[in-house]
């Protein structure tokens, strides 16, 4: 965890936090959430925005990392939003995280045996073959994507889409 | 697919539209790039943003619904931003498409068994069990997304986080 210190002397540390928003899908939101990122210094690690059950909202999920004096203040901000229905801190809450990425990965037809056994062994689904690359479409837990990415590093990775996190309430709560 | 009319009288159609990018991973690119859809009266539908496999540069796809005919411009405003290192029409283009949704869905003791059926059918895993739920992880080609919510809507959809679309190039390529 880095540490920054302050104009005031005091130390504060960085950290990354997971904040959920509930929101109304219309022009000009997600620019205003950004701002409020922005101008307290956070920077935005990955954004999630897609159309919640009922079209007219959309949710978000954002990772974001930055001075955590700061960040309850990040957080009124966002309630304080105009169409922002809901914003809460979700980095300590109990819920189901998944990812999802798509990698490409150097196989050439001596190592594809292998990167097809690695991909296996992580529940990967080959979704598509080139002449010298395997593309894979893996889900999880954010660590095991990380886990993932530095495996086939040793077989080359060309490229990696990652969907940044998604949450969802446990048992039966609603986020 | 809805007909606007413009001032000058030509009758134009509001299109879907993919955009990948690729950017610096710095703070205000995002709002930068928001702002060029936001002026063209563009809404952003779906946005992803995560890390590259190259943490200082991020990847973004998004899909946006606008007037046809000044996306044009739209890609050329991205292209020209600082900090945009690429930014490119992947509507037509041939790639792999991947969506991750986490859905959760009513399900009593009495139904439960007729939810396990039809998440076994769309090869989706159950991630999480309420008193009155299951939760759901599914992936695939945003059409499959669309289907899995309307069949789940008879038993009674909860809640649903869905990634947005994701694209990587096919075979070898590199987006």
Do not use: C, W
């Amino acid at each position: 965890m880095a540490v920054n210190v302050e104009r005031n002397g005091q130390a504060t540390a960085m950290k990354k936090h997971t904040i959920s928003l509930y929101v109304s899908n219309k022009p000009g939101v997600l620019i205003r959430i950004a701002l409020v990122f922005a101008r307290r210094g956070f920077n935005i690690d990955s954004l999630v925005v897609s159309a919640a059950h009922d079209p007219s909202f959309s949710r978000m999920t954002v990772v974001a990392t930055g001075n955590e004096s700061t960040f309850d203040q990040i957080l009124k901000q966002l309630s304080k939003l105009v169409d922002v229905i809901e914003a809460r801190d979700a980095t300590l809450e109990d819920v189901v995280q998944r990812e999802l990425a798509l990698v490409k990965i150097l196989a050439t037809p001596e190592t594809r045996g292998e990167v097809f056994q690695v991909a296996n062994a992580f529940k990967s689904d080959v979704v598509d073959i080139g002449a010298n690359t395997i593309t894979i479409m893996t889900t999880g837990k954010p660590a095991k994507m990380d886990a993932i990415n530095s495996v086939f590093d040793k077989y080359g990775v060309v490229e990696v889409v990652r969907s940044g996190k998604l949450l969802i309430g446990r048992g039966d709560s609603i986020m």
